[in-house]
């Protein structure tokens, strides 16, 4: 375990990048601070299996969503592709995943994403995984993570959702004209963030806003 903590507050996006550009395995595994992982074997599984499968650049599982607002946990996690994740939700957990170190330093190279303004580290690194490679899905929880009221992804106020949504929205037209690749974005991905406390004006003034941005 190495401390490699910066001497300044890099704000959330360029924390994420910092650290990764610090990693010296062969491969990456992301656990966000509200998350912990509560499968002793998960990361042996993963390697053995990226070890055994040379195509296949990241392999995510499925997990337990805890609601702490309402002290619950529910499944989560399915397998997805590229397509869908560019066309639907995002099925693949942070906190369950396990790539190829080689994949993510080809896409800081090529997509340069700290020069975007995306409000997300996550997502577009996986879109650019799915489109280089194969991923692969283990249906077993080896993880669980947290949706606070406020956090990285999740918010009461109803300008940050749309800022986030919004963010969404580009990194998916981003790929769709990088690869060519033409899929609807659905309303089903535009509310999988928020809230489930959102008064019914925040949810109208929401589901307006997307149907602006993604006709």
């Known amino acids: 375990i190495r401390d490699i ?22 491969y990456i595994a992301l656990c966000e601070g509200d998350d912990y992982w509560i499968d002793e074997n998960k990361l042996q599984c993963q390697v053995d299996y990226l070890e055994k499968n040379l195509e ?25 592709n590229l397509s869908q994740l560019l066309s639907d939700t995002n ?25 975007k303004m995306w409000l997300m580290g996550d997502y577009p690194l996986w879109l650019y995984i799915a489109y280089h490679s194969k991923i692969y899905f283990i249906n077993r ?6 949706i606070l009221d406020n956090s990285a992804s999740h918010f009461t106020d109803i300008d940050k959702n749309i800022r986030f949504r919004k963010s ?16 609807d974005i659905s309303w089903d991905e535009s509310i999988y963030y928020i809230p489930m ?8 003034l929401l589901r307006n806003y997307t149907g602006v941005i993604t006709r």
């Open 56 to 80: 296949y650049g990241l392999v995510y599982t499925a997990m337990k969503n805890y609601l702490q607002r309402k002290q619950k946990y529910f499944h989560a996690g399915r397998e997805t």
């Open 168 to 183: 969404v929205y580009d990194i998916k037209k981003f790929y769709q004209e990088l690869y060519g690749i033409n899929t």
């Open 197 to 204: 406390h959102f008064e019914n004006r925040d949810w109208q």
């Open 141 to 146: 929880e080896t993880a669980v993570y947290r």
């Open 91 to 115: 099925y693949i957990g942070t906190l369950t995943t396990c790539f190829r170190k080689e994949l993510y330093l080809n896409y800081v190279n090529e997509i340069k994403p700290q020069t």
């Open 5 to 26: 903590s910066p001497s300044k507050n890099l704000g959330v996006i360029n924390n994420f990048y910092y650290a990764l550009s610090q990693c010296k395995g062969k």
